[in-house]
């Protein structure tokens, strides 16, 4: 995402060869403030917009020509704070538009220098920048995509726990954070074990329901009943390495980010074969 993508067409300038007109898209970012983007993750949406909010302050304490109005800027700074804490990046600004910017300046002893001015927003923008291209790039191991075509398995509670799953792995850097992934991959498969298992269907003679944490024995049962035969061995076998990478990276002191990503893939690629059999296809 760039920081054009926070404006919009809106005509072109009068005289031959004019040139195209941009407005703000104050919808966009009002959006981004209330949640991540239907079609960005967070990340990608965070560090052009805290680019483009820089950038105009930077023009009206110094050379002149911003883009934005007071009003434009004040969302534009609610959104940016909104998408860092959800990122879980420290970022509040002491002001909320170029009118509180010039009296804070002025507080600080910059009324007289562009320089002060630029010290003042870099000493503001740049650690949350540090920060946040720290997290992109560690997106791009990001977490893996299922071969369907389809976005989504289509059940709202594995879906729910996918979407935190993909979350919390995006910011995740300490041992702790990674063991907590493990616990969110288990999360995943509890989800499934809850959807898939139907008593009516997978439950035997004699048999009690086993609790929705007995993910192997539920999951499992799903697995039979939906592709008997010595031919569901392997995926069987696959769901069950996924329970234990999930349960092994949960209960870890020395989890990685390679371990808990293995854990996380596999659960999320699990869901998706489940709902692959679910659907006969």
Known sequence: MLTSDYFIADGFGSGFGGTQQTRFNQKLVVALRRGPLSDRPDIEAAIPLLDLVHDELLAFGTRGGEQLDDSELEAALFALRAVTQRLGVDFEPPFRNFTTFKTYWIRNDASGSWH??????????????????????????????????????????????????????????????????????????????????????????????????????????????????????????????????????????????RSAGIAADAAILLANILRRLAEGT
């Open 116 to 257: 002060a001015r630029r010290i003042i927003l870099s000493d503001l923008f740049e650690p949350a920048r540090v920060k946040l291209v720290a997290l992109e790039e560690r997106s791009l191991d990001a977490l893996a995509d299922p071969i369907s075509p389809r976005p989504l398995t289509g059940w709202p509670r594995v879906d729910e726990e996918i979407r935190e799953l993909r979350r919390r792995f995006q910011t995740a850097t300490t041992p702790q954070d990674y063991r907590a992934i493990g616990a969110h991959c288990v999360g995943v498969l509890e989800a499934l074990s809850r959807t898939v298992y139907e008593p009516a269907r997978h439950l035997r003679d004699g048999e009690t329901e086993p609790p929705i944490d007995k993910t192997k024995i539920r999951i499992g049962r799903f697995i039979d009943d939906s592709a008997p035969g010595p031919g569901n061995a392997e995926v069987r076998g696959l769901a069950n390495k996924a329970v234990e990478l999930s349960h092994h990276v949960k209960h870890s002191s020395t989890a990685t980010r």
